[in-house]
């Protein structure tokens, strides 16, 4: 089993930064596939960002593009998400998931089987 734990969360203006991580235990994620995802009040869940196993190719959602960026330390077992020039728009708690070994990076929330319980990100106008 493996569990994700999101920390980094919080409230900050328009224009700010936030870092998210999100730690895996039980079992190493090092050879899965990561992303991240996020829901607003009253809205789906949509995808935001998604990381290869080794980290070198990534994919992100075109409202976040040249604004976030996702990485990975496989030696703290370990995914992180770099928000920069937040908006209000980007309210929302954020989720960690990780996808079986052998998938590629996606951005379908059903092919990833672990989630962590989410984050709190807050942009004040």
């Known amino acids: 089993q493996v569990q994700l734990v999101e920390s980094g969360g919080g409230l900050v203006q328009a224009g700010g930064s936030l870092r998210l991580s999100c730690a895996a235990s039980?079992?190493?994620?090092?050879?899965?596939?990561a992303g991240w995802f996020r829901q607003a009040p009253g809205k789906e869940r949509e995808f935001v960002a998604a990381?290869?196993?080794?980290?070198?190719?990534?994919l992100y959602a075109d409202s976040v593009k040249g604004r976030f960026t996702i990485s990975r330390d496989n030696a703290k077992n370990t995914v992180y998400l770099q928000m920069n020039s937040l908006e209000p728009e980007d309210t929302a708690v954020y989720y960690c998931?990780?996808?079986?070994?052998?998938?590629?990076?996606?951005?379908?929330?059903?092919?990833?089987?672990?989630w962590g319980q989410g984050t709190q990100v807050t942009v004040s106008s």
């Open positions: 998931a990780a996808a079986p070994s052998g998938y590629y990076i996606n951005d379908r929330a059903n092919v990833y089987d672990y």
């Open positions: 990381i290869t196993w080794s980290g070198r190719s990534t």
């Open positions: 039980g079992r190493s994620i090092s050879s899965r596939p």
